[in-house]
């Protein structure tokens, strides 16, 4: 990797083209904002998104696209999932014909059902030779930059960029594993933040350990159910970005998602929740693409259908708590893939 790209200003793009800056490599991050980027060519510090991080002289503030990423040999992209398509069509004008292009996104886009992979694909293939994967696993922007271990998955079907990639990215602070099971990390990383609002509407109504403990077990029988049902390696969701992205966005204080919830949990709008964050929880939309992938598939998404609800009928939290435990009784490792329990 010889010229990296980073699309996307936000905590986690920031994040790593700092981490990538700090290894050596030549870094330009592609900010949307004209005003953030314009304080960040100066200060050389994103200090809306990654205060306290000033980057070294090898990464350089780009708010025009085709100048961020014109003869870039990879790729890396970080923008909201409801901003993915559009922003790659863009950016997919003045990419290399032979670039590695990584999604950093964990969403589904709503509509097509796609995941984030699936977009890059439809938009640049069969033009060209894009080689395509996915960076993905339990990583706060904040903890990640600033040096403490962590833990890290990158999924593709092309070996030698999966293998560049986890050689470029690892150091002391940084390991990176990888894998070929691009469905399973990617659904890994999207229904996780569905189950961290769930987790956070547990913690909001005060229902303590027990009840988030068995939130984030079932949710993550939730995310294995679809994940697999679409091609999934079942492993992949005992690993960093299955159950170990899970635990840390349903736990950590600085899970969006989670805060999300836990708003809710305690009583407030979620509009007025939304008006105070800087960046976008994507279990939100990720909610509404899972139910209809559920519908799709003919499973049970239990926990993502309450919080459908919770978020998109503005049901009671407690009512929702309520209706979950209250469901037909069943065995803990009876199948759901094709019957409504």
């Known amino acids: 990797m010889n010229v990296a790209c980073v699309v996307g200003g936000g905590s986690?793009?920031?994040?790593?083209?700092?981490?990538?800056?700090?290894?050596?490599?030549?870094?330009?991050?592609?900010?949307?904002?004209?005003e953030i980027c314009e304080d960040a060519v100066r200060t050389r510090e994103n200090r809306v998104f990654l205060p306290g991080r000033v980057f070294p002289?090898?990464?350089?503030?780009?708010?025009?696209?085709?100048?961020?990423?014109?003869?870039?040999?990879?790729?890396?992209?970080?923008v909201p999932s409801i901003h993915f398509r559009k922003v790659y069509t863009r950016l997919a004008e003045f990419l290399r014909p032979d670039a590695g292009?990584?999604?950093l996104t964990k969403g589904i886009e709503?509509?097509?059902?796609?995941?984030?992979?699936?977009?890059?694909?439809?938009?640049?293939?069969?033009?060209?030779?894009?080689?395509?994967?996915?960076?993905?696993?339990?990583?706060?922007?904040?903890?990640a930059a600033g040096g403490h271990p962590t833990g890290l998955v990158m999924a593709s079907t092309d070996a030698?960029?999966?293998?560049?990639?986890?050689?470029?990215?690892?150091?002391e602070y940084w390991r990176i594993y990888t894998s070929r099971d691009l469905v399973g990390v990617e659904i890994g990383g999207a229904l996780k933040n569905i189950i961290a609002i769930a987790a956070g509407l547990s913690?909001?109504?005060?229902?303590?350990?027990?009840?988030?403990?068995?939130?984030?077990?079932?949710?993550?029988?939730?995310?294995?159910?679809?994940?697999?049902?679409?091609?999934?390696?079942?492993?992949t969701f005992s690993g960093l970005a299955g159950m170990g992205d899970l635990v840390l966005?349903?736990?950590?204080?600085?899970?969006?998602?989670?805060?999300?919830?836990?708003e809710l949990g305690q009583g407030r709008r979620l509009a007025d929740i939304l008006a105070g964050m800087?960046?976008?929880?994507?279990?939100?939309?990720?909610?509404?693409?899972?139910?209809?992938?559920?519908?799709r598939e003919n499973i049970d998404l239990p926990i993502t259908e309450q919080v459908y609800q919770v978020l998109y009928r503005r049901k009671d939290p407690r009512r929702a708590m309520t209706d979950l435990m209250t469901r037909t009784l069943k065995d803990e490792n009876e199948s759901s893939g094709s019957e409504k329990p």
């Open 249 to 262: 966005t349903c736990t950590g204080p600085l899970s969006r998602n989670r805060h999300v919830g836990l």
């Open 203 to 235: 913690d909001g109504m005060n229902f303590g350990f027990n009840s988030r403990a068995a939130l984030m077990t079932r949710g993550l029988v939730e995310i294995s159910r679809l994940g697999t049902k679409l091609g999934a390696k079942p492993e």
């Open 101 to 103: 292009v990584i999604s």
């Open 160 to 171: 030698e960029l999966a293998r560049c990639i986890q050689t470029c990215a690892s150091n």
């Open 110 to 143: 709503k509509r097509s059902l796609l995941r984030m992979s699936e977009i890059i694909a439809s938009v640049s293939l069969p033009a060209g030779r894009i080689r395509i994967g996915v960076l993905s696993g339990p990583s706060f922007a904040q903890e």
């Open 57 to 78: 002289e090898s990464a350089s503030f780009h708010n025009d696209l085709k100048d961020a990423a014109a003869g870039a040999d990879t790729v890396f992209i970080a």
């Open 12 to 34: 986690w793009g920031t994040a790593f083209s700092y981490h990538l800056a700090e290894a050596g490599f030549r870094v330009r991050l592609w900010i949307r904002e004209p």
């Open 278 to 295: 800087k960046g976008l929880a994507e279990g939100i939309p990720t909610t509404v693409s899972a139910r209809q992938l559920a519908r």
